[in-house]
């Protein structure tokens, strides 16, 4: 492929992002992650899903301003702006017109989709990094210096040959600790590390629900943020959120939203119910952990909040 046919294939692809609101994107060399920690996986190596991978297409959609704003009330649940956005598991319909214009490029091109088995194929974080889209932090995530720890991340792995990054961002977090002194369940013993196993928003996915969790989970419902709401990257987004075409298509229905996670309420809805209301978010979160995880939450309010009335 000629430079000049890799530069307009290339602004192709961003031109149909932008169009699909899509705010960060990167190319990458579709080369093995060596330092990936799991090192038997099949996300190790893109070329163990497409034998001759050339380039990792990978995106972020800003999610910063997606927040419900009963969140200071402690009668309503609380989860996270990832739950909020669609985007639990990965960034997947922003990502197929790009994938069939490939296809029609005649290239081969497979969206990463962690919704189905088999379906995650790279480490998103690692690839964001190697495309140019931030370094990983301390708390594990990826920071962007304009979006925080706030994107949801996506990505394509393609035959194509694009205009890969070749420097990657240098890392920013310097001698921060406050992720790692914040983590109310210590999950954060060493910095870039995260230990799932006691990671919170792991915990509250867990059949079983161990007793530190509900010691320290209050009102939550789904998913733990609180490293990135001390992150000093996040500062500017947590007091004045971006304004994206995402974040205005989810702040128009974030008043249905509240009322939907008042916590007396939540704890009434059917399976049926849960299934229509939360299955355009596509988080695969059984209902039956759904409403454990509602009634733990009213009876630690009550619990820790006095003057609370239903």
């Given amino acids: 492929m000629t430079d000049m046919k890799k530069t307009i294939l290339s602004e192709k692809i961003r031109n149909l992002a932008d169009s699909n609101g899509i705010d960060a994107l990167g190319f990458a060399e579709a080369s093995e992650f060596k330092d990936y920690v799991l090192s038997r996986s099949q996300r190790r190596d893109p070329k163990l899903s497409l034998s001759d991978a050339k380039t990792i297409i990978v995106v972020g959609i800003y999610i910063g301003g997606i927040v419900l704003p009963a969140w200071n009330k402690s009668c309503f649940g609380?989860?996270?702006?990832?739950?909020?956005?669609?985007?639990?598991?990965?960034?997947?319909?922003?990502?197929?017109?790009?994938?069939?214009?490939?296809?029609?490029?005649?290239?081969?091109?497979?969206?990463c989709d962690d919704s189905v088995s088999g379906g995650s194929i790279i480490p998103l974080k690692l690839a964001a990094v190697r495309a140019g889209l931030g370094w990983q932090g301390k708390q594990s995530l990826l920071i962007n210096k304009k979006y925080g720890t706030?994107?949801?991340?996506?990505?394509?792995?393609?035959?194509?040959?694009?205009?890969?990054?070749?420097?990657?961002?240098?890392?920013?977090?310097?001698?921060?600790?406050?992720?790692?002194?914040?983590?109310?369940?210590?999950?954060?013993?060493?910095?870039?590390?995260?230990?799932?196993?006691?990671?919170?928003?792991?915990?509250?996915l867990n059949d079983n629900l161990p007793e530190e969790a509900k010691t320290v989970m209050e009102?939550?419902?789904?998913?733990?943020?609180?490293?990135?709401?001390?992150?000093?990257?996040?500062?500017?987004?947590?007091?004045?959120?971006?304004?994206?075409?995402?974040?205005t298509f989810f702040q128009n229905k974030i008043p249905a939203w509240e009322d939907f996670f008042y916590l007396p309420d939540l704890a009434k809805i059917?399976?049926?119910?849960?299934?229509?209301?939360?299955?355009?978010?596509?988080?695969?979160?059984?209902?039956?952990?759904?409403?454990?995880?509602?009634?733990?939450?009213?009876?630690?309010?009550?619990?820790?909040?006095?003057?609370l009335h239903w």
């Fill in 219 to 247: 009102n939550r419902v789904f998913d733990c943020e609180i490293c990135q709401q001390v992150c000093p990257w996040n500062k500017k987004h947590i007091e004045s959120p971006l304004v994206t075409k995402t974040t």
């Fill in 78 to 111: 609380r989860t996270s702006r990832l739950y909020l956005s669609g985007f639990f598991l990965d960034v997947v319909k922003p990502l197929e017109p790009i994938a069939m214009f490939l296809r029609n490029e005649g290239y081969s091109a497979i969206v």
């Fill in 150 to 204: 706030f994107l949801a991340l996506g990505g394509i792995v393609t035959n194509a040959i694009l205009e890969h990054n070749e420097v990657e961002e240098k890392n920013r977090c310097k001698k921060c600790l406050k992720c790692q002194r914040a983590c109310p369940c210590e999950a954060l013993e060493q910095p870039y590390i995260l230990n799932r196993k006691r990671c919170l928003s792991n915990l509250l």
């Fill in 270 to 307: 059917t399976k049926k119910e849960y299934r229509e209301t939360t299955g355009p978010l596509n988080t695969k979160i059984p209902y039956a952990i759904f409403h454990r995880n509602v009634l733990i939450a009213m009876k630690r309010v009550k619990k820790d909040s006095h003057a």
